[in-house]
């Protein structure tokens, strides 16, 4: 996952709205978004690598979602797979800030990552390569590959588009939520991060939604939960950036 917009307890009617993009290699065996056979309460999509996930919700409201760190010198292979973070979230009962300060002490098992847990209530983040966990305060917030609200140019422009939609919605319709997201232009060289890759593929990884010949955004994501905890799940998988399907949910927390 590349880019989180999500917008937290500042509606009259929603709790928490999200929306959000996987980017990985097009090659990468991932499959869509459905509940676990072998954790029936967890609502992800999941990578049949690692058998982890990126993003994901439960029955009982509890989410969670990551990202990678952006840098040469934390993208080397780790001891263990990022997306197992999400999974063993969802998976607990553990309190988010009990998973958080447990994750702290394993740091070193991973590479640079961001994440993101808690619930409907209340969500905590934290990066491993700036080592904080920090209570998310309401409004909207925006996560790419370096830490929470770093004004890249995509999360600088997805945060104020899904604040200026939902600050001026009662009722949040996905369909908007994805249009946000899908937006594919590039931001000014000027205005560019300088992560250690290289400015050609800085252009190519500036916008919200990725194209590039073998790698960009494979999925992405909305998710709603509203005051009487109903919650909305719609995931769009795409095929070198094609939309291909769209597979959707309802259910209120248990």
Known sequence: MCLIN?????HPNYKLIVAANRDEFY???????????????????RDLVQMGTWLGVTKQGRFAALTNFRDPDHMQAGTYSRGEIVTNYLANDISATSFLHTLKQDKGKYVGFNVIVGDKDQLFHYNNVHDEITEIAPGTHGLSNDTLNTPWPKVTKGKKNLRDYVMNQEKIQPDELFEIISDAEHARDEDLPETGVGIEFER????????TPDYGT???????IDNQDNVTFHERVYDKGIFKKENQFSFQME
């Open 6 to 10: 999500f917008h937290l307890n500042d």
């Open 27 to 45: 090659g990468r065996p991932t499959a869509p978004a459905n509940f676990w056979e072998d954790e029936p309460h967890i609502l992800a999509g």
């Open 204 to 211: 190519k990884l500036s916008p919200l939604f990725i194209q």
């Open 218 to 224: 494979r999925s992405s994501t909305v998710l709603l």
